[in-house]
């Protein structure tokens, strides 16, 4: 059976003797710890969700066995170690600053599996894809809205532990190599201020905090058509569109879902003094391509050169790997409105997708549209689009020699872990546990707080038919 069904089916007898406990008084908090090949952590955590509704659960968390946490003093002015959070959830006061004006910051990246392999003694492992650059990113973009900055050591730290704590739910490895998007781990590293502040004066106490939660292939090779936004701005001249704060992400999410319901799949910002400049795309990068029109082989890969977009990860690993990788020409400089017509593939480029291929960019006010190569049955990638993301996520799965050392390894899942990480959060004290293995499924009841774990065990499903 597919792994789909099968979760699907774990999921449904689960949630079911669920429903007999919460009528039997005993609040349910449910923990997943995947035991089963065929199902991977990811697929599990989608049925469980799904079907959560139908059977009555009223406490059915994403299955995730929680966060990292750090906190900056302002006695000492430094980071404490981080720790570990097994709820998933924050505790922060209403007046915060970080609340009330904004002022914070967050990150995005991921961590993928790689598959052993017999034929020259490697072991499965999990890396996490250049997270020194998000380390930077985040550095930068605190800086921009007046928060210390977390140390690049720090980062990687916390980025590690959360990885770790949560291992079992990077998702399998990737055998595909046909270009389509790769299962993952991703990371999202949230910094804020949780001073209670009302003025407007620089807060003095911050939290950095690492969620993780499993994502499946996200666009694939699926292009989209985009529309330019000519009534909006994105950032202002000398303002904050550099960071990767949520001020400047919040305000374009209505006009991109009108674009939405207009057919395109993205949105494209101008620059916004003289809107004559390709900026970036609401949620990635700008790449163009240029070919030489007597040698096609004769590649160029430009990207936007301006003070008011992300330093994109993404397209940064891309044009490194087209420049060394395969000796394409690497320009980094303004792009004129019209010289989008030159270009013969244009992609966006972001750490949820990898390489988003643009089948087209329209500008309303000019009436104009723009093609671009998305392949031969025009539902793909163009050819530079379709190889350089093969050798993007062939690096990241392991598949692809890394030669920059973009890989950084998860030493230990779980290591340095304090221990009883895996109990539960006091919002459900009762429940100290659920197990699960290929056919049943354990909660651990405790009677009272002080119970040991281990007591007091009520198994709500024997043992599933075999559906194999």
Not at 268 to 288: A, K, M, N, P, V
Request: hydrophobic letters at 35%.
């Amino acid at each position: 059976m597919a792994p789909r069904s099968l979760a699907c089916e774990y999921a449904t007898k689960m949630l079911a003797r669920v429903r007999v406990l919460e009528q039997l008084g005993v609040p349910v908090l449910l923990r997943w710890v995947p035991g089963h090949a065929q199902v991977p952590g990811n697929v599990m955590a989608d049925a469980i969700a799904e079907y959560a509704a139908q059977f009555g659960a009223q406490d059915v968390l994403n299955p995730l066995n929680g966060h990292i946490e750090s906190h900056f003093s302002p006695d000492t002015h430094t980071w404490s170690p981080p720790r570990f959070v097994s709820s998933p959830y924050l505790s922060i006061h209403g007046l915060s600053a970080g609340l009330n004006y904004g002022q914070q910051a967050y990150e995005g990246l991921k961590a993928f599996r790689h598959a052993g392999s017999n034929s020259n003694n490697s072991k499965e492992r999990i890396t996490i894809f250049r997270p020194n650059l998000n380390a930077r990113r985040l550095a930068h973009s605190a800086e921009t809205v007046s928060i210390p900055p977390v140390p690049e050591e720090l980062f990687i730290q916390c980025v590690k532990l959360a990885v770790a704590v949560n291992a079992e739910y990077v998702p399998p490895a990737s055998t595909s190599t046909t270009g389509q998007g790769v299962p993952a781990l991703y990371i999202r590293p949230l910094l804020f201020s949780t001073t209670p502040h009302l003025g407007l004066t620089p807060p003095s106490s911050y939290t950095f905090t690492i969620f993780v939660t499993p994502v499946g292939a996200y666009h694939g090779l699926n292009p989209v058509d985009a529309l330019i936004l000519e009534s909006f701005d994105r950032a202002a001249p000398r303002g904050t569109g550099s960071g990767k704060v949520g001020g400047n992400y919040a305000p374009v999410l209505r006009h991109s879902e009108l674009a939405r319901r207009e057919g395109f799949g993205i949105t494209l910002h101008l620059d916004s003094q003289t809107r004559s400049e390709i900026e970036e795309f609401s949620t990635s990068g700008f790449i163009g391509v240029q070919q030489d029109k007597n040698n096609p082989r004769k590649v160029t890969l430009v990207v936007p050169d301006s003070n008011n977009i992300i330093d994109s990860v993404t397209s940064s690993s891309i044009c490194t790997i087209g420049h060394q990788l395969l000796n394409y020409n690497v320009e980094k400089r303004l792009i004129p409105y019209s010289e989008l017509s030159q270009f013969s593939e244009v992609m966006a480029a972001g750490t949820a997708a990898g390489l988003v291929p643009i089948r087209s960019i329209t500008m309303k006010s000019k009436d104009e549209k723009f093609g671009f190569d998305v392949g031969e049955d025009g539902e793909g990638g163009g050819p530079i689009c379709v190889r350089l993301l093969r050798l993007l996520q062939g690096i990241q799965t392991g598949r692809v020699e890394d030669r920059f050392g973009w890989l950084v390894e998860v030493d230990g899942e779980g290591e340095g872990v304090p221990e009883g990480f895996l109990s539960v959060s006091p919002r459900g004290k009762n429940i100290s546990h659920l197990t699960y293995s290929p056919f049943h499924f354990t909660i651990g009841v405790r009677k009272d707080e002080n119970d040991d774990p281990g007591h007091g065990k009520v198994t709500i499903a024997d043992s599933f038919d075999s559906v194999d």
